[in-house]
């Protein structure tokens, strides 16, 4: 039984995550052949104050500000 735990930037809509979900779990079954009523998910929503890629924080980070503005609007 796979056990898949997703961490996002908070302000994915529920359609995204659905989505992705179902993205996921099919891929679990064809590549791990577990059973699709199996596939575990969890996601975990995360700000952009708490995480920090390559030292800095994505909510001080130039270079991800169109990202965090877009969830933000979401």
């Known amino acids: 039984m796979p056990n898949i735990t997703v961490e996002l930037l908070a302000g994915r809509s529920l359609e995204q995550r659905r989505a992705f979900a179902e993205a996921v779990a099919a891929n ?15 996601f975990t929503e995360i700000t952009p104050d708490i995480v920090a890629n390559g030292g800095v924080l994505a909510s001080e980070d130039d270079t991800r500000a169109a990202v965090v503005s877009a969830l933000d609007k979401s």
């Open 28 to 42: 679990a079954v064809e590549l791990l052949g577990a059973r699709l009523q199996d596939v575990r998910m969890v």
